[in-house]
């Protein structure tokens, strides 16, 4: 009789198949070596004495299903109407000069507008905080947002002759 589960001898799982753990995965990119169109994904793995890299060819099923032709990206960042949103409203494009703001409506992007984001400005971070504000952060300001309207909320500058160089947001807080 075959062993199953309750009292008695005998192994109660079965090895189906064996695979390498390859975590902690500690960034990856995607390349396509050979200009087909079939990306491989090689990855930093491990740490330590024990790290590699990993090169991940078959098995790995990307799906594309938009695409933006504007070369030049800097930086991208999704934006909610609210905190809880199940969707994205907009997306905040930067270049090295300026910056776009994409609506989401639908299957298409529409360029808009956020009333008090500085367009011609490159946005160092963008992002929803909590109590449904937008916030931009370029070089010379910081600019706040109602989420639902795009109505202006407030904004920041920096002492004069010094920039922000750096930001994050978290919550309900932003450091520039």
């Known amino acids: 009789?075959?062993?199953?589960?309750?009292?008695?001898?005998?192994?109660?799982?079965?090895?189906?198949?064996?695979?390498?753990?390859?975590?902690?995965?500690?960034?990856?990119?995607?390349?396509?070596?050979?200009?087909?169109?079939?990306?491989?994904?090689?990855?930093?793995?491990?740490?330590?004495?024990?790290?590699?890299?990993?090169?991940?060819?078959?098995?790995?099923?990307?799906?594309?299903?938009?695409?933006?032709?504007?070369?030049?990206?800097?930086?991208?960042?999704?934006?909610?109407?609210?905190?809880?949103?199940p969707y994205d409203r907009y997306l905040l494009v930067a270049f090295t000069d300026q910056t776009k703001v994409l609506a989401i409506s639908g299957e298409d992007l529409e360029e808009s507008a956020i009333a008090g984001f500085d367009l011609g400005a490159k946005t160092l971070l963008c992002a929803t905080l909590d109590g449904d504000i937008l916030v931009q952060v370029c070089a010379g300001r910081v600019a706040l947002a109602d989420s639902a309207t795009g109505a202006p909320r407030g904004h920041w500058a920096p002492p004069s002759g010094r920039t922000v160089s750096v930001a994050a947001a978290e919550g309900a807080d932003v450091v520039a």
């Open 1 to 85: 009789p075959a062993p199953g589960p309750g009292p008695g001898p005998g192994p109660f799982l079965e090895v189906v198949e064996c695979m390498p753990n390859l975590g902690p995965v500690i960034d990856f990119c995607v390349v396509d070596p050979e200009g087909q169109g079939q990306g491989q994904v090689v990855c930093c793995s491990g740490a330590f004495k024990d790290g590699s890299l990993r090169v991940m060819r078959n098995g790995i099923g990307l799906t594309e299903h938009a695409a933006v032709d504007l070369p030049g990206i800097k930086g991208l960042w999704p934006l909610r109407a609210a905190t809880g949103a």
